[in-house]
């Protein structure tokens, strides 16, 4: 997988649209507090950021339900902790965002290795943003498709 967390990608809405300049939106991210949060629980890696793509992954490992296989809920985390961060970084610098709507299909089950999860921007506007996440096993295979909607803040 390819980190192009640093490639020239479109400013949000509050980042100074037409400056030219290239944001490292993944850089930006890692100085956020992540301790006792889901994201240092679930041991999410993110790999890529920009306003219109966010991919990120988690073990199966430790995310699993009592039968073994990986839980629902942690795919919807990973799905929307993705879109998240992504409509944060359309919104731009002095902007919050929220998650508004959430829905996820589960396609099939995970018992190990890792889940990749990659958002891509549906609608990027001046007060919501959208995305259509899919999370991925190791052999390529569709897990699980999920779609969010953030409300754009300030």
Known sequence: MTDTS?????????????SGAET???AMYAG????????????MELL????????????????TQPA???HGGASVVLAE?????????????GKKTVGIEVSATHHRGARDGYV????????LGRSTASYEIVITD??????????LTCMILG
């Open 24 to 26: 490292d939106w993944k």
């Open 138 to 147: 190791d052999a390529g295979k569709r897990v699980c498709t999920a779609r």
């Open 48 to 63: 890529e950021l920009a306003p219109d793509r966010a991919v990120g992954r988690i073990p199966v490992k430790g995310n």
């Open 116 to 123: 990749t999860g990659t958002a891509t921007a549906i609608h």
């Open 68 to 70: 073994g296989l990986l």
């Open 81 to 93: 902790t993705l879109g998240s961060l992504a409509a944060q970084a359309h919104a731009g610098p």
């Open 32 to 43: 956020a507090e992540t301790a006792g949060t889901l994201f240092e629980r679930m041991e």
């Open 6 to 18: 640093a490639s020239a990608t479109p400013p949000g809405p509050g980042s100074g649209a037409g």
